[in-house]
């Protein structure tokens, strides 16, 4: 899967390389449909606090997106570090 070489706003800061697949040459245009509906869910939210022993009376807050689809890798690290 090294055909093509994603374009320079697709890459990463990390030492790698995305490429594209055999069937994404450069300017090639695509057609998206999306059917989404808006509805009125219960949602969660993580609120927890470790109290300091040197300022107990300063705070450092830590946040992330809880949302992901599966092999959506973003959220993984930030809602680690908040557990």
Do not use: C
């Amino acid at each position: 899967m090294r055909d093509f070489v994603a374009p320079s706003d697709w890459q990463d800061s990390i030492n790698t390389t995305y490429y594209l697949g055999p069937d994404m040459k450069e300017n090639n245009k695509i057609e998206i449909t999306v059917h989404s509906s808006l509805e009125i869910r219960t949602i969660r939210n993580v609120i927890g606090y470790i109290r300091g022993t040197t300022d107990p009376g300063k705070y450092v807050i830590l946040g992330n997106h809880y949302d992901a689809w599966i092999y959506a890798l973003d959220p993984n690290s930030g809602t680690a570090i908040t557990r």
